[in-house]
């Protein structure tokens, strides 16, 4: 069954019908090659928690779908691990993103976001995603790891080209990987040599220490996992926020009325509408059954993470943002010993670019033409999002 365009233009819709006729349905993965589909809550918690069900292609049959094809320099990383190396690496990575640290971040992730909004000016029509989302991960994700800011266009670059492909040029995503190997191997070099107070010398230091360490692979995987995933997420989950709530104006002015109810409204709209919808692709190490159909080994599941978050069973009216829900349990961010790493940056990003943003224009309004979805199967996310506003109310 090959759903591809359905679920880049309508997914919701096209999850109830499966949660409802075929909760483990068969489809066509983006390179041609079967996949199973899960999409019922219970089902998808289940499984994000189930040792059997492996990120490790290894355990990959022969002609499964096996999501990106990356050099072995950068595919050591947590989304192609199982425990014990997952663990251990999870273990050294951790403190980084540990809420003491990322509180102490708060404060620049804050004046970083007045930035981009003093650069907009005090009125007029911008597309969001490139003036504001976009650019707020990237610069707060490269001051974490210590990059220079003269390369970090070139990274959304080729971020970009990764995420999605372009079909006019081929070879983009492979160029792309092979560029991001070598400035990830050279800065690493760098940072060797000259050490700063960041979290890649702080991973360097790991590398070369004694005890527990990582590999050179594990070391250039994780830099390239942690800007990549930081990147990319925090983008579709800041962008997506601002779209639902231009488009329920009702929220959007509680937000302003009562900016302290910002963090528990960042938790209905990552389920609502989260940049995920899908977790990385799993394979069984044995014959499993998923709601009753049995899935041989090796074969790759994808669970739906937007398909769980809009299950009815565990999410009453799932199609209505509603602040006032209990969202405990929602599984934008994952489930079990996978659960994002960097969940509390990105909470944090978000709750800080909504409040910078509202705060700065009380008339924040859609402009222009309707917003594209990016034509992603794996993630939801925003190609642009047109605005207009104005830092104070007009009169007249």
Known sequence: MDLQGELIEHPYS?????????PVCRITGTDGTPARLVTRYD???EALADPRLSLDKANA?????????????????????????????????????????????????????????????PEGSADLVAAYAAPLPIIVICDLLGIPEDRRLDFRVW???????DPSRPRAAKEAVVAMLGFLAD???????????DLLSDLIAVRDGDG????????????FLILFAGYENTVQAIGNAVHALLQHPEHLALLRKEPSR????????????????????????EDMTIAGVTVPAGETVLLSLSAANHDPARFPRPDTLDFDRDTAGHLALGHGIHYCLGAPLARAETEIALAALLERYPTLEAGGPAPQWRPSMRARGLKNLPVRYAAERLSG
């Open 14 to 22: 096209v999850y109830e019908r499966l949660r409802d006729t075929a």
């Open 43 to 45: 089902d998808v918690r």
């Open 61 to 121: 049959a022969e002609g499964s779908y096996r999501g990106f094809s990356l050099p072995p320099a950068l595919d050591a990383n947590l989304l192609n691990m199982d425990a014990p190396d997952h663990t251990r690496i999870r273990k050294l990575v951790g403190r980084a993103f540990t809420p003491r640290r990322i509180g102490q971040l708060r404060t620049p992730i804050r004046a970083t976001a007045d930035r981009l909004l003093d650069a907009l000016g």
């Open 159 to 165: 971020t970009d080209a990764l995420v999605v492909p």
């Open 187 to 197: 800065l690493v070099a760098h940072k060797r040599s000259q050490p700063a107070d």
């Open 212 to 223: 527990d360490r990582l590999s050179e692979d594990e070391l250039l995987s994780l830099v």
């Open 262 to 285: 910002i963090p528990a409204a960042v938790e209905e709209l990552a389920r609502f509408e989260g940049p995920a919808l899908l977790a990385i692709r799993r394979f069984p190490t």
